[in-house]
């Protein structure tokens, strides 16, 4: 665990220095080890999806990302955290972080499609699994939501 007082959690603006670097944390932990890149994927969705990035000492450890789907969901992806940080409660913050802004918004419901290594995480922070396992990037997954209410 980490001191809660040099994590900062904050907006990464797209096409900016901060986005490069989350663009490269993304691509060392939800694409290289799969032997894909993240410049391959399409990212026109990042335009205008919220980021969000977990700061310490202002070095980029954690990133999430935001995609409105509808007035009341919005879908948590590209959810990754750097390896030196994990299982420091980098990832449980960033997303508690996440549900309380969608909420503040307006959004009833966070969805996601989790990897099957991550369900046990998302169970912990109170997302339930609504879904068969399904393939997605080569990798078994399972929808699951959350009621922000």
Not at 99 to 126: C, D, I, P, W
Request: charged share 30%.
């Amino acid at each position: 665990m980490i001191d809660p007082n040099k994590l900062e959690i904050r907006e990464i603006k797209y096409n900016t220095e901060e986005y490069s670097r989350e663009l490269e944390l993304r691509d060392a932990v939800l694409r290289i080890p799969l032997g894909m890149s993240i410049y391959h994927d399409n990212l026109e969705s990042d335009k205008t999806d919220f980021h969000l990035g977990a700061f310490v000492n202002n070095r980029l450890v954690g990133v999430l990302i935001l995609t409105t789907l509808s007035t009341e969901d919005v879908k948590m992806r590209q959810v990754a955290v750097d390896e030196q940080w994990r299982a420091k409660k980098v990832g449980s913050d960033m997303v508690r972080y996440a549900e309380t802004l969608a909420k503040n918004n307006g959004h009833r419901q966070m969805v996601l499609n989790a990897r099957k290594s991550a369900v046990v995480f998302y169970k912990k922070l109170g997302y339930e699994i609504i879904s068969e396992e399904f393939l997605e990037i080569n990798l078994p997954h399972y929808k699951m939501r959350k009621c922000l209410e």
